[in-house]
C-alpha cells in the first residue's frame, strides 16, 4: 500500500466498526470492484476488525456466497493471495440476507442481523443495484426504521448513473432527501476516488508557483480526455440507453473540470470544497438548443481494427439495436463566465473504441506574444501541463528549447514526474471512497446541487440528440472522429491526441 495507506491504520483514525450492508451482492460491481476493495482494507486494517459485511442477494444461502466472494478475490484480485489463515478472518466477517428487494420483510430481516458493534449500530448501505431500484429500496430502509441514527450512523451510498437528465435527477434527490439527511447521501464517483485524480487538487493548491498562471491572463484552454479501446462490453442495456455523455462527461469528467476551474476553498472540508465546486457549474455559459451543434459532437463506433485484431461496429455489438444512433464519442465545448475564466474555453470530449487508452487534463498555455527567434516561420509551439490521469500516472511540463549547435532554432521539451514510484503502488479508488464513508468524510462525493447543476448544463444537448434520426460514424481504433476538430477552433494547438 502506498504511504497515505500506512497512515490510514488501527492506530491512526480508524473508523469505527460498522455493519456495510451491500444490496445486489451477488452483481458485477461488488465482484469486481466492491469485494477485492472491502478485501485489501481488511488486510490494511482499513476496517475495523469488528466490521461486517453483510450481503443482500435473492435465491443465495450462506455458504454459496461466501464460495462466490473468494471466486471473486481469485478473479479480480489475484494480487492479494490472503493466507488461509487471512481469509477464515474475512470470511468470518461474511453475512447474508437472502431476500427479494420487493419485498418488505427483506429490510425486516436486514435490520434484524445488524449487530451492536462497541456499543452502536453504525450502518453503510451500498446500492449496487440498477438506478430502478435506487428510489424503492431507500423508501423500504425508511420504512424499516432503518434511516434512524438515534443508535448509531447510517449512511447511504449510491452509484451512478444519479437519474438519467435534471428532471429525474430532482425527484431522486427528492426522494432520498425525504428518508435521509443529505449528510447522510454519498453519491459515489469512483473517478474522484483515483488518487490522480485527488493529485490534482493537492498539485493546485499545495504549490504557491501555479496560481499566478491558473487563469485567462495565461491559459489559452483546457482539454480534459477519456479514451478508451474497449467496446461496450456487457453494458449493452446500460448504453443504449446512457450513451457517452451521460455514461462520462455528465458524471466523471464534469467533476474533474470543476476540480481544475474551482476557486481555492477556505477549508479542506466537505462543504467548502463542495460550495466551490458548485460556483463553478454555476458559472458555466448555458447552452442553448440552437446552438448545440456548434459546441457538442456525437459520434459512434463502426468496425475496426484494435491491437491487430477486428472489432465489430457499435450496431453489431450484442443487445445493440442494428439502427441504434446512441453515440459512442461525445465531446462538448464550455465556457465558464467568470473572472478567473472568462473566454477560455474547456473541451471535455470522450470515446470508446479509439486509438489509445488514456485520461488526460491538458492546460495549454498562450503563446509567446512576439516570434523572438524565427519571427518569418511558424510561432513556437505553446507551452502545455498535461496531467495524465491513466495510465503511467503523473504531470508532465511540454516547453521549448534550443536546439544544440550553431542555431537557435527551437525543440520540444518534455520534464515528467511520475505520480508515483514501482515502490508505491496507487490505492484503488473504492478503497479510498469506501473508507471515506466510513469515516464520514464526504469531500470526494457529489452534492445534491452539484449533480442538478451538472444536469441542467447538459439538459439542451440532450434534447437536441434525443431526436437525431442519424449519427456520424468513426472507424474503431483511429482518432477520424467527425466534426471534432471544429470544437477546437481558435485553440491554440488544435485538438491534443494522448500519446
Request: with cysteine; hydrophobic share 40%.
Amino acid at each position: 500500500m502506498t504511504n497515505e495507506t500506512s497512515d490510514r491504520t488501527l492506530g491512526n483514525g480508524h473508523p469505527d466498526p460498522a455493519n456495510i450492508v451491500i444490496f445486489g451482492a451477488t452483481g458485477d460491481l461488488t465482484k469486481r470492484k466492491l469485494v477485492p476493495a472491502l478485501a485489501r482494507m481488511y488486510r490494511a486494517r482499513l476496517i475495523h476488525p469488528l466490521s461486517r459485511i453483510i450481503g443482500v442477494a435473492h435465491n443465495m444461502e450462506q455458504d454459496a456466497w461466501v464460495a462466490m466472494v473468494r471466486t471473486a478475490l481469485e478473479t479480480f484480485a489475484a494480487d492479494l493471495a490472503f493466507t488461509s489463515e487471512e481469509w477464515e478472518g474475512f470470511a468470518a466477517r461474511l453475512h447474508l440476507v437472502c431476500g427479494d428487494l420487493a419485498e418488505e420483510a427483506t429490510y425486516t430481516r436486514v435490520a434484524e442481523t445488524l449487530a451492536p458493534l462497541d456499543g452502536r449500530v453504525n450502518v453503510m448501505f451500498y446500492l449496487a443495484i440498477p438506478p430502478d431500484w435506487y428510489a424503492r429500496v431507500a423508501q423500504s430502509l425508511g420504512s424499516a426504521n432503518l434511516a434512524d441514527e438515534s443508535q448509531g450512523y447510517r449512511r447511504i451510498v449510491v452509484e451512478k448513473p444519479f437519474g438519467l437528465d435534471w428532471a429525474s435527477a430532482v425527484e431522486l434527490n427528492r426522494q432520498l432527501q425525504g428518508i435521509f439527511r443529505e449528510s447522510q447521501i454519498y453519491r459515489i464517483d469512483h473517478y474522484l476516488g483515483k488518487e490522480s485524480v485527488q493529485n490534482l487538487f493537492v498539485f493546485r493548491f499545495g504549490n504557491s508557483i501555479l496560481e499566478p498562471l491558473w487563469n485567462r491572463n495565461y491559459i489559452d484552454h483546457v482539454q480534459i480526455s477519456v479514451t478508451e479501446t474497449l467496446g461496450i462490453e456487457y453494458r449493452a442495456a446500460y448504453y443504449e440507453e446512457a450513451g457517452a455523455l451521460r455514461d462520462m462527461i455528465q458524471s466523471h469528467m464534469m467533476q474533474v473540470m470543476t476540480l481544475v476551474a474551482m476557486e481555492p476553498p477556505g477549508e479542506y472540508t466537505a462543504d467548502a470544497v463542495r460550495d466551490e465546486k458548485v460556483k463553478v457549474m454555476r458559472s458555466i455559459r448555458p447552452i442553448q438548443p440552437g446552438n448545440v451543434d456548434q459546441v457538442a459532437v456525437a459520434s459512434q463506433y463502426g468496425s475496426g481494427t484494435i491491437a491487430g485484431q477486428p472489432v465489430p461496429a457499435y450496431v453489431k455489438e450484442p443487445g445493440v439495436a442494428p439502427d441504434s444512433v446512441k453515440e459512442t464519442f461525445a465531446a462538448v465545448r464550455f465556457y465558464i463566465d467568470n473572472w478567473r475564466w472568462q473566454g477560455v474555453p474547456f473541451v471535455l470530449w470522450y470515446g470508446k473504441r479509439l486509438q489509445k487508452r488514456a485520461s488526460e487534463i491538458v492546460i495549454r498555455f498562450r503563446q509567446p506574444p512576439h516570434n523572438l527567434f524565427d519571427p518569418d516561420g511558424e510561432p513556437p509551439v505553446a507551452d502545455a501541463l498535461v496531467f495524465r490521469l491513466q495510465p503511467d500516472e503523473g504531470m508532465f511540463l511540454r516547453m521549448n528549447a534550443k536546439v544544440p549547435g550553431l542555431t537557435t532554432k527551437m525543440r520540444r521539451l518534455v520534464m515528467r514526474g511520475p505520480y508515483a514510484s514501482a515502490t508505491e503502488p496507487l490505492v484503488e479508488a473504492y478503497e479510498t471512497l469506501l473508507y471515506d464513508v466510513l469515516q464520514g468524510d464526504a469531500t470526494l462525493f457529489s452534492r445534491a446541487d452539484e449533480i442538478e447543476a451538472s444536469w441542467k448544463m447538459l439538459g439542451p444537448i440532450l434534447e437536441v440528440w434525443n431526436k437525431r434520426l442519424s449519427i456520424d460514424r468513426y472507424r474503431a481504433g483511429s482518432w477520424d472522429v467527425p466534426d471534432v476538430e471544429r470544437l477546437f477552433e481558435g485553440c491554440v494547438g488544435g485538438w491534443h491526441k494522448p500519446t
